[in-house]
């Protein structure tokens, strides 16, 4: 599975598959279906004033404009007002973000935008194949990316974390925990990650001695003396940590 992995403002990075080119068909048959809806109903209004006005042709002309704009530019104000999101992708549970974690910018959206032309519309032979060019880019790239996507530096993550909060370094505190052992300042995310991976490890193979080289390590790296047990000793590093620099 094709992942990217978004970091947090907790010093932890969770971990979202890239969307399957199934899910991003079924979202743009959505976002189609919504323009079609909105220019039907826009068809029946013009029709409407024109039927009552003296002005038919200076009213057809003015509202097929206001009309068109929107439909035209869709993908680009949806995803530049919604984060990243169009309605089908709502729908399908879907952001567009880059490939570095962080929101897409609005040059990126742009670019995304105009890259339609090739990706959706672009011709194959005689016969026109909407989609053809996209659809073969985002298959034959690990991060699921057309070629819009590719020049903006973007992808079409699936909202459906493949890891959780458990699976980091990420230990809940309440908001009064006090820290018991301030030599965790000595410690990094990286320290801190690889302890809470073993730490789980050791808890759920019901593994002392494990917990105990565990514990043994991490003193020696932070320089913390301390009577407690090594499981003990362990969760409270976790949540003095995650306390302190949890909430940067």
Do not use: C
């Not at 919504?34 to 029709?47: A, F, M, Q, T």
């Not at 068109?68 to 919604?82: D, K, N, T």
């Not at 932070?222 to 302190?244: A, C, P, W």
């Amino acid at each position: 599975m094709n992942t990217i992995i978004i970091p947090t403002t907790q010093n932890i990075e969770l971990e979202y598959p890239v969307a399957h080119l199934g899910d991003r068909i079924t979202s743009g048959l959505i976002d189609l279906g919504v323009l079609i809806l909105y220019v039907y109903l826009w068809g029946v209004l013009i029709d409407k004033y024109n039927y009552h006005s003296e002005w038919k042709d200076y009213l057809t002309d003015t509202l097929s404009i206001f009309s068109f704009l929107p439909a035209a530019f869709y993908s680009l104000w949806s995803e530049w007002f919604f984060n990243g999101q169009t309605l089908g992708k709502k729908i399908m549970k879907m952001r567009t973000i880059r490939t570095d974690g962080a929101p897409a910018t609005l040059s990126g959206y742009l670019l995304r935008w105009m890259l339609r032309l090739v990706d959706v519309w672009m011709s194959v032979g005689i016969v026109l194949m909407p989609g053809i060019v996209g659809m073969i880019a985002i298959s034959v790239n690990k991060k699921g990316q057309r070629l819009g996507d590719i020049l903006a530096g973007t992808s079409v993550i699936k909202l459906q974390l493949v890891t959780t909060f458990g699976d980091t370094m990420f230990v809940d505190t309440e908001e009064n925990h006090k820290v018991v052992f301030p030599e965790i300042h000595n410690l990094s995310d990286r320290d801190v990650s690889i302890l809470k991976e073993v730490f789980d490890m050791g808890i759920k193979s019901f593994n002392p001695e494990l917990l105990e080289k565990l514990a043994n390590k991490v003193k020696e790296v932070s320089g913390i003396k301390t009577k407690m047990s090594d499981k003990q000793f362990l969760e409270t590093v976790l949540r003095d940590y995650n306390h302190v620099f949890g909430k940067d």
